[in-house]
């Protein structure tokens, strides 16, 4: 199966023709093995045919480590459905929220904000695990392959409930830093150290008022985030990305953390988030969400 990267996709709803995505239509993708009973450690392999969860975890810090072998890479996604919303509905708010009208992508995510939480989760290719941890409290959750909605005619991902049981006891673990999700009056954007320790864990916040994701992908050395700006607004300039995939935490909902740690390839690496914004329908990088850090 391929499916665009995120990157192709948002500049598809940017309506700027940088790159022609190649879309090809994908299998169906199922569940290879029925879904196993775990502990507040959850392996996750994501395959163009699925992926299994366990059945239920304890309420506290649950650690998604999460990997892939599919160079085009995987998208886990967790939320929480709001009272008297079904999987359909947010399945119907997704499809809108991923159109490459800016229009109809705005309505999307506004309705997705107002019919799920969303937890977060892990963006995956085969160069490293990312280790996602996610506060959850008791309650269903479901997790689906977020990337299956980028693969035209196919049909929507398959959902899989995780209940969460028991007060929530824990404490937060120990982190080396702090990246926040925030708004300004020049538009959303991330606040973070200019240097990332590899391997280090970082506290993922949402201290904004939309929904958004935070995506690592590579530039080339000396890349600034000026070159990012004029790139992604203009569509001119060399481009600075030095790879086509990228990983990182999926989105989470106003109010939310997750805390992530992995172990990608040194150096400078642009930080993104493509989540449309709830007005215009521009995925937020396009609106200044970018920002050039170190990872030493
Ligand atoms: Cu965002």
């Known amino acids: 199966m391929l499916r665009p990267t995120k990157l192709a996709a948002a500049i598809t709803t940017a309506a700027v023709a940088l790159v022609g995505p190649a879309l090809v239509a994908g299998p169906v993708a199922q569940a290879a093995t029925p879904d196993k009973p775990h502990g507040r450690t959850v392996t996750v392999d994501m395959t163009n045919k699925g ?23 995987h998208d886990l996604q967790g939320v929480r459905l709001h009272k008297g919303v079904t999987q359909a509905q947010l399945i119907a708010d997704i499809r809108l929220a991923v159109s490459p009208d800016p229009k109809t992508a705005a309505k999307g995510i506004r309705q997705v904000q107002r019919d799920a939480t ?9 160069s490293t695990v990312v280790d996602d941890t996610i506060p959850l409290c008791a ?7 977020f990337g299956q909605f980028f693969v035209p005619n196919a ?23 702090e990246i926040d999700q925030v708004d300004t009056k020049a538009g959303p954007r991330f606040v973070s150290p200019d240097k990332l320790m590899d391997g280090g864990t970082y506290l993922v ?28 607004t203009t569509g ?26 992995f172990h990608p390839k040194k150096g400078s690496y642009a930080l993104l988030c493509f989540i449309p914004d709830d007005k215009s329908g521009i995925p937020h990088a396009f609106l200044g969400m970018h920002k050039v850090v170190k990872l030493t």
Do not use: C
Request: proline content about 9%; hydrophobic content about 40%.
């Open 155 to 177: 049909p929507p991902p398959v959902f899989h409930r995780l209940d969460v049981k028991g007060p929530f006891r824990d404490w937060l673990p120990k982190v080396d830093g």
């Open 51 to 73: 992926f299994t969860l366990p059945r239920e975890v304890r309420a506290g810090f649950v650690t998604f480590e999460v990997s892939t072998k599919d160079a085009n890479g």
């Open 236 to 261: 001119k300039g060399q481009n600075p990305f030095a790879e086509a995939v990228s990983r990182g935490l999926a989105a989470q909902s106003p109010g939310r953390f997750q805390l992530l740690s």
């Open 139 to 145: 309650g269903t959750y479901w997790f689906f392959d």
């Open 205 to 232: 916040r949402n201290k904004a008022p939309e929904i958004h994701e935070l995506m690592f992908q590579r530039v080339k050395p000396g890349t600034t985030n000026r070159d990012l700006t004029v790139f992604l």
């Open 118 to 126: 969303l937890v977060g989760g892990a963006a995956v290719e085969p």
